[in-house]
């Protein structure tokens, strides 16, 4: 597959994207990624975080809001609002810890129903994507692939270094 420049043409085997135009990209795939997200999570009358936190809670089955804390990267303020939206929304519901009088418990609700709702986006997605990887060869993929990581790597260590300064506060 011939390369693509920061505005989605084809190169036609022109030469490698710049640094800046390799940057743009990023900048409008995380733009493109926000925007699909907060689509979805109009469609359940959330917002984007709320529907993450939601996913999280699925994905774990129960929740403390600590542990949502430690998924999420949110602070206690945010996941307690979080928590109340989703609570009065009907998706989630607090219930005592019975193994600690002090915590709360977090339960996901309505799943089945809100995955009727938004399962046919990330239907979409999905097969739109496979398509998209399918096009590329396998050496490609594999510089996309190493791509990828190293971008979620580099992403987690500059959120950790912003987030590093609070804590050491707190401490």
């Not at 998924?71 to 206690?76: C, E, I, Q, R, V």
């Amino acid at each position: 597959m011939s390369e693509i420049n920061a505005t989605g043409d084809d190169r036609g085997g022109e030469a490698a994207p710049s640094v800046a135009e390799v940057d743009m990209l990023h900048r409008d795939l995380s733009t493109a990624v926000i925007l699909f997200h907060e689509g979805v999570s109009r469609q359940l009358g959330v917002s984007a975080a709320e529907r993450k936190c939601l996913s999280v809670l699925w994905q774990l089955g129960v929740a403390t809001p600590g542990q949502l804390l430690e998924a999420t990267g949110l602070s206690s303020g945010a996941i307690t609002g979080i928590v109340d939206r989703l609570e009065r929304a009907g998706y989630a519901k607090r219930e005592p810890n019975p193994n600690d009088r002090r915590s709360l418990l977090i339960k996901p609700l309505r799943q089945a129903e809100l995955m009727r709702k938004i399962g046919p986006a990330f239907e979409g997605l999905r097969g739109a994507m496979e398509g998209v990887i399918a096009s590329y060869t396998p050496a490609e993929r594999a510089l996309i692939d190493r791509h990828l990581r190293t971008t979620i790597a580099v992403l987690r260590e500059q959120t950790e270094a912003m987030e590093a300064p609070k804590r050491k506060r707190k401490g």
